[in-house]
């Protein structure tokens, strides 16, 4: 890494030595100089695509830059290093706890900051008269969790009204039957193979696609013109559920409640709480030559991972 830098800077700094001097873009004086310009030149031209990968807004690079010459200028000040260190650690777990028990830090529920500093400095100065760290650990995790399902269930309720909704619809289509957890499905067309046993070892050859209730396909193993094979455990609840019931041959639309879902978790365009349509073809019923250690041959799609 360091020769190829170096190498870089050296090219560099034959270029800008004269043509720097030449056009006046850039007072250049001494090698010392140039360095520091071509290597700010060779990070500069990767600075917007980094900072983009960090989720900056382009519209703050300039304060970005303001806070980077800040920092450039007080190298070795211990009491600015602590600071600096001090706004990012703030910052980001800041960001990490609102999204951890709310789901994100743009709604109306966040943190105390108040308060959260008020536990911080207890912590340091190991003040244990509010709370003792080794009995409030044990009750955290519960409080933490009723927040973020109270959280979610607020932030996403149209959501879940939306697939509540659609799914009692479907439920009167008298094509349509049920299975168990909710699940629903409308045979389109009747296989008369064997039908996979109730065991999540078994593996499948299918062809799928999923959808949203408001039509958005979000994966599709026909658009990519080939067959998936999977255990039926890679899949989630609502999705093994009819696995488990269709004869080979079969295609079936599938109807998945959130709770057979993604429940509350996020995957690309499913949001938490979603209702989910599959359109599924079960082509064949596959030996089962997983390792011995269970794991899968085939790694599935990360839209079809198992809820956790």
């Not at 299975?179 to 996979?196: C, D, H, R, T, W």
Request: charge should be positive.
């Amino acid at each position: 890494m360091r020769k190829i830098s170096l190498l870089a800077v050296l090219a560099i700094v034959l270029a800008t030595t004269f043509s720097c001097k030449k056009s006046g873009k850039a007072n250049l004086k001494t090698d010392v100089d140039t360095i520091s310009y071509a290597i700010g030149l060779l990070n500069g031209g990767q600075l917007q695509q980094f900072l983009e990968q960090q989720g900056m807004d382009s519209t703050c690079v300039s304060d970005f830059m303001k806070g980077f010459k800040e920092g450039a200028n007080n190298i070795g000040d211990k009491k600015k290093q602590a600071y600096y260190m001090g706004l990012m650690q703030g910052m980001q777990m800041t960001e990490g706890l609102n999204k951890e028990i709310f789901g994100g830090d743009d709604g109306d529920e966040k943190i105390s900051v108040p308060k959260f500093m008020a536990g911080l400095k207890a912590g340091l100065k190991k003040d244990t008269s509010v709370f003792k760290p080794e009995v409030i650990q044990g009750k955290l995790e519960g409080m933490v969790n009723s927040a973020h399902k109270k959280a979610m269930d607020k932030k996403y309720k149209e959501e879940k009204e939306k697939g509540a909704k659609f799914l009692a619809e479907k439920a009167k289509d008298p094509n349509v039957k049920k299975l168990a957890n909710g699940v629903l499905y409308k045979v389109i067309k009747e296989g008369n193979g064997p039908v996979p046993n109730d065991s999540t070892a078994n593996k499948v050859k299918i062809n799928y696609e999923g959808k949203l209730i408001d039509g958005t396909k979000f994966d599709s193993s026909y658009d990519r013109k080939e067959p998936a094979e999977m255990l039926i455990s890679q899949v989630v609840p609502g999705f093994s559920e009819a696995l488990k019931h269709m004869p080979v041959g079969s295609i079936w639309e599938v109807y998945i409640p959130a709770d057979q879902g993604y429940g509350e978790r996020e995957a690309g365009q499913i949001k938490p709480f979603s209702t989910l349509i599959f359109k599924i073809e079960l082509l064949e019923i596959l030996k089962n030559d997983a390792p011995k250690n269970g794991a899968p041959m085939q790694v599935m799609p990360a839209q079809m991972a198992p809820t956790k």
